[in-house]
Nanobody, 123 residues
Framework: VQLQALGGGLVQVGDSRRLSCTTS????????MGWFRQTPGKEREFVAA????????YYADSVKDRFTISRDNAKNTGFLQMNNLKPEDTAVHYC?????????????????WGQGTLVTVSS
């Protein structure tokens, strides 16, 4: 299974950006999907997750009410809509496919990871 995360780039504080994550097979349509992010010298941190049916979502407190995770199972694609971006959102953002169908914030629960896309928020 290959995951390709797209949509990163340089934005200004307060801007919006949408990341997408496309999988190479239909495996992800039965599995939860998640987004994590990492900055140099820090551990990878959870951002958001969505269950395979799309009805269950889970957000880190730091992005709640600003970010929205969604998915289109017919297109094997997940999305992360990021609004009101802040400098602390600067990180490499990774998408991942979970082992189960649930939305989970635990990195160990994911078995496929994308290569990451860098989001830089400039003030």
């Amino acid at each position: 299974v290959q995951l390709q995360a797209l949509g990163g780039g340089l934005v200004q504080v307060g801007d919006s950006r949408r990341l997408s994550c496309t999988t190479s097979r239909r495996t992800a349509s039965n599995n939860g999907m998640g987004w994590f992010r990492q900055t140099p010298g820090k551990e990878r941190e959870f951002v958001a997750a969505i269950a395979w049916r799309g009805g269950g979502t889970y957000y880190a407190d730091s992005v709640k009410d600003r970010f929205t995770i969604s998915r289109d199972n017919a297109k094997n694609t997940g999305f992360l809509q990021m609004n009101n971006l802040k400098p602390e959102d600067t990180a490499v953002h990774y998408c991942a496919v979970a082992r189960s169908s649930a939305a989970t914030p635990y990195a160990a629960s994911y078995h496929y990871w994308g290569q990451g896309t860098l989001v830089t928020v400039s003030s």
